[in-house]
């Protein structure tokens, strides 16, 4: 791969996908027209309170979604093919060489009784086309890129004699060692101290850069995602309420859920008192009558017309948001 | 506790260590078998070295610094999960360091440190509702039982802002910021002095986050305990902590007030920590430190070296020869730097 890719070309793009669980208390209705897409070389943040449906997004499109959760809608096309569609066979084969995820609980996803270096090699060899005999020197190199000291002996570590932080970046090298044409992370860095989350956001940037790789960095730093994502999408209990790039939204946040989750951030406050939770929480998405404004319930600026179908309103260059009364 | 407080610091910690043995197990075999070579002492991973610092009473200290650098294994050690390989732990007068990690939790210290854990759902047992965890250190503890925990409970729920009809749910049943209230309150539960929080919370979305800290301010006004908080988020150890210890490789590199640290860090690995706060704001950013390099071994490390050379944008030879120890930067500062 030596030419760099031109942009704008969509790696992926998701269309009006809609999620639902069964559960023993009714149908979750957990994503509901969700339309995003990502470029070859971008990088795209989802952020939103924990329950906003992040996690089951990444899933649909990795087509790893629990057995309860089901598709009502949508597809998600990459390669010029609809993933959701997809053969069971063919998704891991794909998953395997041009998909690639990082989980959330970096712990449990690692083997427990194998060396670190070895769990590395395992993918090269499966994936990366790496012959048994230089897996290893390869193993080494990338845990050398998310900057575990002393890699050589550290490869011969079991997970259990790692950090938090060490086995996270165990997970980030073996998504990365194949160098993916889409990478979805989730929460990949929250156990990183933030001079080595850097060093990670610096390596996916790298990707990006030199082998067009798409990412969705899915977090809930929102300064983060508007530092290194080039676009930040907001999602509100299974809704995008709103998708701008990073430093738009933190110029000027137009729904008012997003006002209020930057509001949340630390960032430059003084004191603790200053900040303000959001009010409310999700709703109930068992519920049958769902308002069409999943935030109407939590918000201060709803109007009689909110009970209306939502518009999606574009509000600058790539800003969108779907709301009756922005701010 | 009957007697008098004790003067002095409520948690003093003195060259405290701890080194791990690492290597493959079949070279410790071999080992076993070559009785008649001499035998090589095994590699040392160095994850807690000779650290010594105070935390005083109603202090809250935050405790910072690069992953893998030993933040965990330091608060294992003095939550006596761990035994240190070397060095002391006096909590209000009494020395830790001897007792055994494995008798630790008969002794009658153990109510005294309490901690509360990264994620509150891996620390939760599934089995126990919300009253059953929070009664659990009580009961074992405190020796309480009947009404008296019962009432115990409710008013624990009503302090960490859990509402009671929940504490009949089980840990999957509760969302992230509330299993985080119950965690708060099983740990309070039992009037602790000392409370280590360890990324307490890491798991919580940012509006979450700042309910839970507003709580853990308020009890600490409250309650008068002491705080060990460790955490990656810098801007929240800012607006929690009174003071802040940074740790690099196995070391305390530099400790002092948090706002000054903050404002005005002295350490090149503090000045590096500080500079990469991700900024939304471009301008923000200018000046940016980016620390290249190879990070030093932890393992078998040069006691003459610096832990920080190689990476360090100062080091010079000097800094190869001659460890710098931590040593006083002003009132009430401390660096381990040649040239801070
Ligand atoms: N049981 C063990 N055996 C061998 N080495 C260990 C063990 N536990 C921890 N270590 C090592 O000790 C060092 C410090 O680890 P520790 O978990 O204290 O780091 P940390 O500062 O909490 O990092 P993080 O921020 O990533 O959680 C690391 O190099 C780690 O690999
Ligand atoms: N297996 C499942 N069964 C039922 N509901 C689920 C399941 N997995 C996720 N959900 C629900 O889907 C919603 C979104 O969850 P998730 O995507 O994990 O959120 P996030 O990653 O944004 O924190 C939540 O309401 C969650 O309870
Ligand atoms: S549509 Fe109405 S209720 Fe929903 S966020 Fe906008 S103003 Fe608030
Ligand atoms: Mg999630
Ligand atoms: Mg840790």
């Not at chain 1, 990082?102 to 993918?123: C, E, H, K, M, S």
């Not at chain 2, 009658?108 to 440190?113: E, F, K, L, Q, S």
């Not at chain 2, 800012?238 to 802040?244: A, F, G």
């Not at chain 2, 393992?299 to 800094?319: A, L, S």
């Amino acid at each position: 791969m030596t030419a760099v890719p031109a942009l704008s070309v969509p790696a992926l793009s998701v269309e009006d996908l809609s999620v639902e669980f069964r559960t023993r208390s009714g149908v979750v209705k957990v994503l509901e027209h969700v339309c995003f897409s990502v470029d070859k070389g971008e990088t795209v943040a989802l952020v939103g309170e924990s329950g906003s449906g992040k996690s089951v997004t990444a899933f649909a499109v990795m087509g790893i979604l629990d057995a309860a959760g089901k598709v009502t809608s949508g597809r998600a096309m990459f390669g010029g093919a609809d993933l959701l569609a997809l053969s069971e066979h063919d998704l891991a084969e794909q998953r395997g060489r041009e998909l690639s995820m990082i989980f959330q609980n970096p712990r449990t996803a690692l083997n427990p009784i194998r060396r670190v270096g070895r769990q590395i090699a395992d993918v090269l060899v499966r994936h990366g086309g790496a012959t048994r005999n230089d897996a290893p020197r390869a193993a080494i190199e990338m845990l050398k890129k998310v900057r575990i000291p002393d890699p050589e002996r550290r490869a011969e570590a079991y997970p259990f004699e790692l950090s938090g932080g060490m086995c996270q970046r165990i997970m980030i090298a073996i998504a990365l060692a194949c160098r993916p044409a889409l990478l979805i992370a989730d929460e990949p860095t929250t156990g990183l101290d933030v001079t080595t989350q850097a060093v990670i956001m610096d390596l996916i940037g790298e990707l990006a850069g030199e082998a067009g790789m798409a990412t969705i960095f899915i977090t809930h730093d929102l300064a983060l995602a508007a530092e290194y994502c080039d676009r930040i999408v907001v999602m509100h209990a299974g809704h995008i309420v709103e998708a701008a790039p990073g430093r738009d939204l933190f110029a000027y946040a137009r729904h008012p859920y997003s006002a209020k989750l930057l509001a949340a951030t630390p960032g430059e406050t003084v004191s603790l008192e200053q900040m303000a939770s959001i009010p409310g929480g999700l709703p109930d998405l068992r519920r049958a009558d769902l308002p069409a404004c999943r935030y109407s319930g939590r918000c201060e600026r709803r109007l009689d017309q909110c009970a209306q179908p939502l518009p999606q309103r574009t509000v600058g260059e790539r800003h969108v948001i779907a709301c009756w009364n922005p701010l | 506790m009957t007697e008098a407080v004790a003067p002095g610091p409520l948690l003093d910690i003195a060259e405290l260590a701890k080194r791990f043995t690492v290597g493959s197990k079949q070279s410790l075999l071999a080992r076993a078998t070559s009785f008649r070579k001499p035998v090589a002492p095994l590699p040392q991973l160095y994850a807690v070295d000779e650290v010594s610092f105070t935390i005083g009473r109603g202090e809250t200290v935050g405790l910072v610094g690069e992953s893998g650098c030993g933040k965990s294994t330091l608060v294992r050690l003095i939550n006596r999960l761990l035994d240190p390989t070397s060095g002391s732990i006096r909590l209000g007068g009494a020395e830790l360091a001897d007792f055994k990690a494995r008798n630790f939790a008969a002794n009658p210290h153990r109510a005294r440190i309490q901690m509360v854990f990264q994620d509150a759902s891996d620390s939760l047992n599934p089995r126990y509702t919300a009253a059953d965890a929070i009664a659990d250190p009580i009961r074992r503890l405190k020796k309480m039982s009947g009404p008296d925990l019962a009432a115990r409970v409710e008013k624990l729920a009503d302090m960490t802002g859990l509402p009671r009809e929940l504490l009949s749910r089980f840990p999957h049943q509760l969302s992230g910021g509330q299993k985080a209230r119950v965690g708060i309150a099983r740990a309070i539960a039992v009037e602790p002095e000392l409370l280590i929080l360890d990324e307490p919370t890491a798991a919580l979305d940012v509006s979450v986050q700042v309910v839970i800290l507003q709580l853990l301010q308020q009890l600490k006004r409250e309650l008068g305990m002491s705080y060990l908080f460790v955490s990656h988020d810098l801007n929240v150890v800012r607006l929690l902590c009174d003071r802040v210890l940074v740790m690099y490789l196995g070391k305390v590199v530099e400790q002092g007030p948090a706002a000054e640290v903050f404002a005005d860090p002295k350490h090149p690995y503090t000045k590096a920590l500080i500079s990469a706060i991700p900024q939304a704001e471009p301008e923000q950013r200018v000046g940016r430190l980016r620390l290249g390099g190879e990070p030093r071994s932890p393992i078998d490390p040069d006691p003459r070296v610096c832990r920080f050379y190689g990476r360090c944008p100062k080091g010079t030879p000097r800094c190869a020869e001659d460890m710098p120890l931590l040593r006083p930067a002003g009132l009430a500062r401390q660096v381990a730097c040649h040239f801070a």
